[in-house]
């Protein structure tokens, strides 16, 4: 096993529209998806990162409250959070696959800073960077 870190989070408030967007528009792919009475532990990985998940997590009890869950809920349907960043070798491609796949893009393609970036959005308003591997 590897030391550093294994899994980061997003909130989402649909777990299996979630698993929809992410594995069948993204490409990821389910490793785990685990369920303890509601609670429901769901992550999925890159196809090309094999020991790093994204865990695709509900906001709710036990590890928040309801108001708060309410509350990180409309913030990340804001955008409120910071983006991920996808790195891809072809951003122009990525993102024509990506959109003939149902993904939304807030920015299409642009030069800049040495490379290629566009902008989309999950189904939730978690934000996310395409960016061309230099």
């Given at each position: 096993m590897k030391n550093g870190v294994q899994?980061?989070?997003l909130y989402v408030h649909?777990?299996?529209e979630a698993l929809h967007f992410y594995v069948d528009k993204l490409g990821f792919r389910v490793h785990t998806d685990a369920r303890n009475?509601?609670?429901r532990w769901l992550?999925?990985?890159h196809p090309d990162q094999p020991d790093f998940q994204l865990g695709l997590f509900r906001p709710q009890p036990p590890i928040v409250d309801e108001a708060t869950a309410q509350g990180l809920e409309e913030a990340?349907?804001?955008g409120a959070m910071p983006p991920l960043v996808l790195v891809v070798e072809d951003c122009q491609a990525a993102f024509?696959?990506?959109s003939s796949r149902g993904v939304e893009f807030v920015q299409e393609p642009v030069t800049r800073?040495?490379?290629?970036?566009?902008?989309?959005?999950?189904?939730?308003?978690?934000?996310?960077k395409l960016v061309q591997a230099r």
């Open positions: 899994v980061v989070g649909d777990q299996d009475g509601d609670y992550t999925v990985q990340v349907a804001k024509e696959a990506m800073y040495g490379s290629v970036d566009a902008s989309f959005r999950d189904p939730f308003g978690n934000g996310w």
